[in-house]
């Protein structure tokens, strides 16, 4: 079945500093989405990517969709305190609505 | 507040009995999905409804669970003879699209239900 592997586990950064998680798929992604959970809360929807080598940006998130369609990145510049938590990218859902996740990318940044 | 909302948010059993619980999703979502997720780990895909009906249900999920969706609104969730291993934070998630098409609609998650079982 499809799974989706997220790189690094963990970052730990300084405030200020640029933070980059990647999300590598097996299998080619019709679309991919990209969720923040903070800590104590549940996962909130930031974007879709669907056409390959997209790029959107957000303020200071831009992500990026592989020319394959089977890798994604989310990078953030100059990270703020309030960047905090877990930063997961989703595959597609099937026409019987399963998607699935990867475990995610935990980011921490110290003031 | 127009989000999902979940209830309870918090369900402390001793294992054996059976609990459940309840996802109010936002209001004209015609989609209603159930995750699991524990500590470290990204929502694990449990069962999906699309209007009353249950389309698609994770292997996963043992014959203790059980999801229902009478009226096409809310939703249940009931896991019966619960073991200490279905402690999770249970989520739940609704969107909006058309039906028999590949799903891109954006999907707002609820506050979760944490369950512990002792």
């Known amino acids: 079945g499809q799974q989706v592997m997220q790189i690094p586990q963990y970052q730990h950064v300084q405030e200020g500093e640029d933070f980059t998680t990647y999300c590598n798929s097996s299998?080619?992604?019709?679309?991919i989405q990209w969720y923040k959970q903070r800590p104590g809360g549940h996962p909130v929807f930031l974007i879709q990517l669907v056409k390959s080598g997209e790029v959107k940006k957000q303020k200071r998130l831009t992500f990026q969709f592989g020319e394959a369609k089977k890798n994604s990145s989310l990078h953030i510049t100059a990270t703020q305190t309030t960047d905090v938590g877990t930063y997961f990218c989703a595959g597609p859902r099937t026409n019987a609505g399963k998607s699935t996740f990867g475990d995610g990318t935990t980011l921490t940044v110290k003031p | 507040d127009t989000g999902v909302s979940q209830d309870p948010r918090h369900k402390i059993t001793k294992r054996g009995q059976n609990v459940t619980f309840r996802c109010d999703p936002i209001?004209?979502?015609?989609?209603l999905y159930w995750y699991r997720q524990t500590l470290g780990q990204g929502p694990e895909f449990l069962t999906y409804f699309q209007n009353e009906a249950q389309l698609e249900k994770s292997r996963l999920l043992s014959d203790r669970f059980s999801a229902e969706r009478p009226k096409g609104s809310f939703s249940t969730l009931e896991i019966q003879r619960t073991e200490q291993g279905d402690s999770a934070m249970y989520l739940c998630?609704?969107?909006?699209?058309?039906?028999?098409?590949?799903?891109?609609?954006?999907?707002?998650f609820g506050p979760g239900t944490r369950l512990t079982v002792l």
């Open positions: 209001s004209e979502h015609n989609r």
């Open positions: 998630a609704s969107s909006l699209g058309a039906s028999g098409v590949p799903s891109t609609d954006t999907q707002y």
């Open positions: 299998t080619t992604l019709s679309n």
